[in-house]
Each structure stands twice: as structure tokens, then as C-alpha cells.
T-cell receptor
Framework: EAGVAQSPRYKIIEKRQSVAFWCNPI?????LYWYQQILGQGPKLLIQ????????DSQLPKDRFSAERLKGVDSTLKIQPAKLEDSAVYLC?????????FGPGTRLLVL | TQLLEQSPQFLSIQEGENLTVYCNSS?????LQWYRQEPGEGPVLLVT?????EVKKLKRLTFQFGDARKDSSLHITAAQPGDTGLYLC??????????FGTGTSLTVIP
């Protein structure tokens, strides 16, 4: 069974630029999560989708972050404009029931 | 946001030693999960505990869920270098939402 795919794996941008991350969940998984993990900390939930609807986006900085889940499958997370403090690993996870399966993450460095 | 505090934050031990990692919260969770994360990878689920007081064993790892379902512990017996990694607890709230702890970085020295 293929795992959660994410791209790109690494991204370096300058502050005020835009960036987008892509996630392809495990086939059949209805729930998709985006997390932000700052170095040395645990992941922080940014947004949770159930199929193509948003369940929770209370911790998503909506002035600069946006996310969508196309047709309830793939998802993209965008940051526009990026700030220095957005440097982190962005993890995507999907689940069918209570078990989350994580992708390898996208490591973002904002200079 | 339901906060989960883990202790210790960092732990460096010799191979063969035992250790315990704690995960504490003031919130009640319907279940609690433990993950291990290696550099450059996403977290990988180790175990899910559901019932208050539940104890689960996975080879040299023992997981316990507190009676009130607010806290948990992970005990590793005879640690091996392969146990090195970031250990994360995550509590499940309503709607399949997960709240991760602050993490414990474990280094096992050969």
C-alpha cells in the first residue's frame, strides 16, 4: 500500500514570497490533516479536512495561509506571503479511522 | 487547544539503561497515541491506548494510560541505539482531532 506522498521535500524561499505544498493521501482515507512542526517541537494542527470539507482550521493563520482539498483527494497548502517564523516542516497525514499515517514532510526555510 | 506536556524534553542515556517518558494534560482524551519520529521523516504510530488504566506492551516498550485518561507514560527497558528518536504523544479530542505533545528527544549511546 502506497503511503502519504508530499512534495516538494525541501523548499527555500525569501520572506514575502509565496510557496505551495502538495499532499496525496492514502487511497480511500477520508480525513486529511496538515501540521506545522517547528524544530524540536511537536506537530501543531493547521487544518483538518473530512473529504473536501473543513472540520477544523482554528489554528490556521488565515491572513497568509490557505488550504484546499481538491475533489476530496489531493490537498495543497499555500503560504502567501511567507514570514521568517514560517520556517518549519509541514506534515500531511491521512486517516481512515483513528490511526494517522504521516508523509515525510516538506522542510521550508524562509530567509 | 488542548495542551499536552511531555517530560523530559531531552534524554541521553547509555545502551541497556531503562527510561520513562511522561505525557501530561489537564484535558481528558478519548484515546492517546504514542509516535516515534526519526530525522527527515514523519511520525510513525507505535500504539494507541483507549481505556483508562490500560497498559500495552510492545516488545521492550510499555505504554500506560492514566485512570482519568489525562496522562500517559512510555517506559523503555534496556534501551538500544535503534530507539533513538523523537517520541511524541498525541491525545484524540472530538471529531478525530489530535493534539500533539511537546516531544521528548531520546538519544541512546552505544
Amino acid at each position: 500500500e502506497a503511503g502519504v506522498a508530499q512534495s516538494p521535500r525541501y523548499k527555500i524561499i525569501e520572506k514575502r514570497q509565496s510557496v505551495a505544498f502538495w499532499c496525496n493521501p492514502i487511497s480511500g482515507h477520508a480525513t486529511l490533516y496538515w501540521y506545522q512542526q517547528i524544530l524540536g517541537q511537536g506537530p501543531k494542527l493547521l487544518i483538518q479536512f473530512q473529504n473536501n470539507g473543513v472540520v477544523d482550521d482554528s489554528q490556521l493563520p488565515k491572513d497568509r495561509f490557505s488550504a484546499e482539498r481538491l475533489k476530496g483527494v489531493d490537498s495543497t497548502l499555500k503560504i502567501q506571503p511567507a514570514k521568517l517564523e514560517d520556517s518549519a516542516v509541514y506534515l500531511c497525514a491521512s486517516s481512515l479511522l483513528e490511526t494517522q499515517y504521516f508523509g515525510p514532510g516538506t522542510r521550508l526555510l524562509v530567509l | 487547544t488542548q495542551l499536552l506536556e511531555q517530560s523530559p524534553q531531552f534524554l541521553s542515556i547509555q545502551e541497556g539503561e531503562n527510561l520513562t517518558v511522561y505525557c501530561n494534560s489537564s484535558s481528558v482524551f478519548s484515546s492517546l497515541q504514542w509516535y516515534r519520529q526519526e530525522p527527515g521523516e514523519g511520525p510513525v504510530l507505535l500504539v494507541t491506548v483507549v481505556t483508562g488504566g490500560e497498559v500495552k506492551k510492545l516488545k521492550r516498550l510499555t505504554f500506560q494510560f492514566g485512570d482519568a485518561r489525562k496522562d500517559s507514560s512510555l517506559h523503555i527497558t534496556a534501551a538500544q541505539p535503534g530507539d533513538t528518536g523523537l517520541y511524541l504523544c498525541a491525545g484524540e479530542g472530538t471529531g478525530n482531532q489530535f493534539y500533539f505533545g511537546t516531544g521528548t528527544s531520546l538519544t541512546v549511546i552505544p
